[in-house]
Each structure stands twice: as structure tokens, then as C-alpha cells.
């Protein structure tokens, strides 16, 4: 038997015995037509007409409020449509989540960090079974095993989700929807926090799926993935399809084109632009020998007028640098010394879980740490004020909806990834420390945030960036440094490295 062939459903058994693997079979046509959906008087999908042939590997994107996710999340039923109409070969549905044959891999991935990979691969299925209720653990764990060879992960299924990388998260997730019979997949912004290796080998997994008569879906912001990828690029721009081409036909410059929808001084520079010179500022922050979460011993300086990037791989402890830096994590040993009045704000790595109120407003979740400078002398808020500088950081970093009291729970990923970098501007701080500050933004948006921290070193402030995208780090990082298992690598002028050789530090 060939390990390499994908598990379809129509070898199970009753009892969701998945032992026989083949080809996947052609997956019938999806036509969308008319669909809208609309939150209160908020319209995010104005009628979206799109056909998507069995066997395509689409590219869909857009910026950041396009309505890329409310479309998987209404074609999976996890929000109703307000109108329109789902076929799926030729059949009227009401969504494509309840059917076996169309799997959705959403953001969030949907597993359980305290069970094995064998038993989340078995979430909601029947347990394979000896005789009678004994359930036959053997065969699940070998099942697994070969599940996991359809993606190219060799792991002990044993392994608890919560010890796997962020990439290996995402191929379980994958994985598991193949196993069920998957003939089409969508797959939405699963390589935003991923590190490039991670991301390759996701890509890879996808396209082999693709090419053994899958189809596949991808809502991604990664320019390079979309033309690596797919066949076809769908561009959603305020909840309409605004193009629809080969992906053959494009370059980089011709999707960004695309998705910016007004003029940005130079928008079209590559990532890999050299970066402004080292500031000479004073001395703010001073990390000594600092052990603290996966950390063993950083030393680290951070001047007034820079902009100090580090990377690493999951499991490094990059992010605990931060946290470190920042203040949220006590230190074990060492010292965190910062200058005389100096403050910092942190944009936390994880934005579902760290960064924000889901069901407080937009104007809440960016004033909440700078109650303070609105509070008149006798401790009164004063709410005018407060609306006001609140509407001026929305507008500046373009949040959509453009209403402070829209619900937070209900912004796109991006436009959450805003409000919690609009918190860290309202704070007014020396120190910013920023994790991962353009993941899910779209292309204008990122390059709005570049300008942004750079406007923000030649104010004065510092500004330290903890990222796994090395497009942050070549545009706008004066100094580099790599974190490897807990412990800070040498600087290096970003100018004197490259994003491949940077990759093989890691």
C-alpha cells in the first residue's frame, strides 16, 4: 500500500475504520450566486457570484474587512447568508460544512492541545473497535500513522498537540479532514503565524492534495504563496469579487496592484528594502543576562531612535523575549533595566486569546489601557475626547468598520490585528514590543504599519520586533538577532544579511 495516497471515505466502515486509502475522487463544482450577508446594518458580502471547478487550487484574497472569512465561515454554516445561493454539484445547500466530502481548516485549526494527534485525528468519529465496546487503540495509532505520511509528518501520534510546532499543529489539522474523505478543502490564513519552513511545508502538503484531483481553497495575505500555489487568484475587495485570473498571468507587482485600492507611496518596494540607518539614541531598555519562560540568558539593548528585530523558530522562546522585555513575565534570573520613565507597550503574539475583549466594543478594546489620560481632575472619563483620539487611530491605520462601537468579536483577523496595535499607539509609550505586528494584514496595511514604526523610531521611541516573518525584518530592522533554544544569537546589520541566510541561522 502506497503511504503516500490520501485517505478517502468511501472505504469506511460504520465504525469510521479508515484503513483503506486511494486516489482522491473528482469533487464536484461549487457555484455561488448572489450571496450576501450583512452584520446589523453593516453589509460585509454585497453579492458574491463565483464558480469554483473541481480540482481548482484557489488563491482568494483581499484586504483586511473584504469578507474573505465571513465567505468560508457562511459556505461552512458557521454564519447564515442573508441571501444568495450554494450549489455543490449541481444541488441547492444550505452550507458545505455538513458534508463529508468538503473540509474547512479554519484559523482557530479546531484541536485540543491535551489529546494525542491520534485522538484529535478521531474527534467526532466513532471509535474503531476490537469486539463489543473495546475500543481498538492499536489500529487508530496505525491509522494515524498513515494519515500523517499523506502530508509528509512523521511524529509519534502519540504526541500531545499541545508539544507540536505551530506548522505541525496545522498538518494534523489538515490531515484530519483528509482522512475523512476531504475532496475539498479550505484552508483560511493557516500560514499567518507560521515560519517560513513551517509554511513551506504546509504549501507543499497542499499542493500535492491539489494535484491528486483535490480542490483547495486558500485565503492567504503571502504574496509569494498565492503565485507558488495556485492556479487562480480571486480578489474579494468591500464584499465584492473584483478579479478573478490565472495566477499564470500575474507577478508580484501585479497582485499588489490589485489588492491596493489606493496610491501608497512606494507600496510596490520589495520587502528586502534597506533599512533606515541604526538611531544613536539614548539607551532605554537593558536586558542582563535575563533567564525567565524558555529563556536561559539574554542580553539585549534597545536604543531610543532603532528598530531591533528578532526571530526563532516555535519552541525558541522568541516570544518570551518579549514578554521579558515588555514586563508581563517576571524574570527568573538577570536583570530587566530600563531608563528613567520609561514605559512600554506590548502587541501580544496571540490575538484570539491575548489580545483583546471579543464582546466589548472597538472603542473599548483601544482605550482600555489609556483610561488614564482622558480621566478630568475629579476622575470623570472624558468620553468626547476619548471617542475622538480613539476615531483618529482607527482612521490612521484604516480599521473597518470604520464604528468604534462595533463589536470586537465580530472585526476580520486583520482588523482585530489593528485595534491591538491602535491600543499600543494610544498609550504613548518610549518601548514598543511589537509580536508579530502584520500578521493577517493585507498588503497596504502592511506597509501603513512599516511607515508607522518607523515614524515611531525617529519620534524617539524604541521599537523591538519579535516576528517569524522575515519581510518585517528586512524592511524596516536596523539590527538582527536569531533566538535559539532560550538563548540570543549575535546581531547582525540587516543590511549585511539576506532573508535566505537568515533562514539558515534558524
Known amino acids: 500500500m502506497d503511504a503516500t495516497t490520501v485517505a478517502t471515505g468511501s472505504a469506511a466502515s460504520p465504525e469510521g475504520d479508515r484503513d483503506g486509502f486511494g486516489q482522491i475522487e473528482p469533487a464536484k463544482d461549487i457555484v455561488i450566486s ?10 460585509v458580502l454585497g453579492g458574491i457570484d463565483l464558480t469554483i471547478r473541481g480540482g481548482d487550487f484557489v488563491g482568494l484574497m483581499g484586504p483586511n474587512g473584504a469578507g474573505k472569512s465571513t465567505l468560508i465561515k457562511i459556505l461552512d454554516g458557521v454564519y447564515d447568508r442573508s441571501s444568495g445561493q450554494i450549489q455543490y454539484g449541481g444541488e441547492a445547500v444550505s452550507k458545505l460544512g455538513e458534508r463529508p ?36 487503540r492499536g489500529r487508530e495509532r496505525e491509522a494515524a500513522v498513515r494519515a500523517l505520511a499523506n502530508v509528509g509528518l512523521e511524529l509519534p501520534v502519540e504526541t500531545l498537540i499541545g508539544q507540536l510546532s505551530p506548522g505541525e499543529k496545522t498538518l494534523v489539522a489538515i490531515t484530519r479532514v483528509l482522512e475523512r474523505g476531504a475532496r475539498v478543502i479550505f484552508v483560511d490564513e493557516a500560514t499567518s503565524t507560521l515560519p517560513p519552513h513551517d509554511s513551506h511545508r504546509l504549501i507543499e502538503a497542499l499542493k500535492q492534495t491539489a ?15 498565492i503565485l507558488d500555489a495556485t492556479n487562480r487568484v480571486v480578489l474579494l475587495l468591500d464584499g465584492k469579487i473584483v478579479a478573478d485570473s490565472p ?37 532605554l531598555l537593558r536586558l542582563e543576562d535575563v533567564k525567565g519562560g524558555l529563556i536561559d540568558g539574554v542580553d539585549l539593548i534597545l536604543k531610543s531612535g532603532e528598530i531591533v528585530g528578532l526571530t526563532g523558530l516555535p519552541g525558541s522562546g522568541l516570544h ?25 507597550a506590548l502587541v501580544p503574539p ?9 464582546e466589548q466594543s472597538t472603542l473599548e478594546n483601544l482605550t482600555i489601557s489609556s483610561l488614564s489620560r482622558w480621566r478630568s481632575p475629579v476622575r470623570l472619563l472624558r468620553g468626547g475626547s476619548e471617542r475622538r483620539d480613539a476615531g483618529e487611530v482607527m482612521d490612521r491605520l484604516s480599521v473597518r468598520p470604520a464604528d468604534p462601537g462595533a ?30 505586528p502584520t500578521r493577517g494584514v493585507d498588503v497596504g496595511t502592511r506597509m501603513e504599519i512599516y511607515k508607522l514604526i518607523e515614524d515611531l523610531a525617529s519620534g524617539g521611541a524604541g521599537v523591538l520586533v519579535v516576528t517569524s516573518d522575515s519581510e518585517d525584518l528586512f524592511a524596516i530592522c536596523n539590527r538582527i538577532a536569531v533566538v535559539v533554544d532560550g538563548r540570543l ?4 546589520e540587516a543590511e549585511e544579511t539576506n532573508p535566505q541566510q537568515l533562514e539558515a541561522f534558524i
Open 34 to 43: 448572489g450571496l450576501r450577508k450583512s452584520f446589523g446594518s453593516t453589509e
Open 350 to 358: 496571540h490575538r484570539e486569546t491575548q489580545g483583546g475583549f471579543l
Open 407 to 436: 463589536v470586537f468579536g465580530t472585526l476580520s483577523g486583520g482588523n482585530k490585528q489593528k485595534v491591538v496595535f491602535g491600543r499600543a499607539l494610544l498609550s504613548g509609550p518610549s518601548v514598543y514590543v511589537l509580536c508579530e
Open 247 to 283: 495566477a499564470a498571468s500575474l507577478d508580484r507587482s501585479a497582485l499588489v496592484e490589485m489588492l491596493v485600492t489606493r496610491e501608497k507611496e512606494d507600496v510596490a518596494q520589495e520587502a528586502t528594502a534597506k533599512p533606515r540607518p541604526a538611531g544613536g539614541g539614548k539607551e
Open 101 to 136: 466530502e468538503v473540509g474547512f481548516i479554519h484559523q482557530d485549526l479546531g484541536l485540543v492541545d491535551e489529546l494525542s494527534i491520534s485522538d484529535n485525528l478521531r474527534l467526532g468519529e466513532q471509535p474503531m473497535r476490537r469486539i463489543g465496546p473495546f475500543v481498538d
Open 489 to 492: 544569537g549575535a546581531f547582525i
Open 320 to 344: 518570551d523575549v518579549a514578554h521579558l522585555a515588555h514586563g508581563t513575565m517576571k524574570p527568573r534570573g538577570g536583570k530587566v533595566v530600563r531608563a528613567a520613565g520609561c514605559t512600554s
Open 211 to 225: 494535484a491528486r484531483g483535490a480542490t483547495v481553497i486558500m485565503v492567504s495575505h503571502k504574496l509569494s504563496e
